[in-house]
């Protein structure tokens, strides 16, 4: 069975940090892209970060650019999201995502549709 599991949510003030990890569990994906998405109460799931499976490539939501940094550790078949410059806009449940389908573009890589594995979410709340 595939697991995704998200930990290092909580409650932070504005201009905070904090580390978000996904442990992949059940299957490797060190040769598939990963990515971090979000959801806020009363909103759609959106785009955070996307990695390639080499982790060369690294695409952003303009929200977040320079201040979020996505990374993976594939001896440890772990994601990470580091969050910097928390803002209470940032408050949402955070979910980690993983596709075993073959998708490279930015387009494909920003679009939630084109990941088949997701975790149970981690809730990121910045206070101001």
Same mark, same amino acid.
């Given at each position: 069975?595939?697991?995704?599991?998200?930990?290092?949510?909580?409650?932070?003030?504005?201009?905070?940090?904090?580390?978000?990890?996904?442990? !992949?569990?059940?299957? *490797?994906?060190?040769?598939?892209?990963?990515?971090?998405?979000?959801? !806020?109460?009363?909103?759609?799931?959106?785009?955070? &970060? !996307?990695?390639? #499976?080499?982790?060369?490539? *690294?695409?952003?939501?303009?929200?977040?650019?320079?201040?979020?940094?996505?990374?993976?550790? @594939? &001896?440890?078949?772990?994601?990470?999201?580091?969050? $910097?410059?928390?803002?209470?806009?940032? %408050? !949402?449940?955070?979910?980690? &995502? &993983?596709?075993?389908? *073959?998708?490279?573009?930015? %387009?494909?890589? %920003?679009?939630? $549709? @084109?990941? @088949?594995? #997701?975790?149970?979410?981690?809730?990121? *709340?910045?206070?101001?």
């Amino acid at each position: 069975q595939v697991q995704l599991v998200e930990s290092g949510g909580g409650l932070v003030q504005a201009g905070d940090s904090l580390k978000l990890s996904c442990i !992949a569990s059940g299957r *490797t994906f060190i040769r598939n892209p990963m990515g971090w998405f979000r959801q !806020a109460p009363g909103k759609e799931r959106e785009f955070v &970060a !996307a990695i390639s #499976w080499i982790g060369g490539n *690294t695409y952003y939501a303009d929200s977040v650019k320079d201040r979020f940094t996505i990374s993976r550790d @594939n &001896a440890k078949n772990t994601l990470y999201l580091q969050m $910097n410059s928390l803002k209470p806009e940032d %408050t !949402a449940v955070y979910y980690c &995502a &993983a596709t075993t389908w *073959t998708i490279a573009t930015t %387009t494909e890589l %920003t679009n939630k $549709n @084109n990941y @088949n594995y #997701w975790g149970q979410g981690t809730q990121v *709340t910045v206070s101001s």
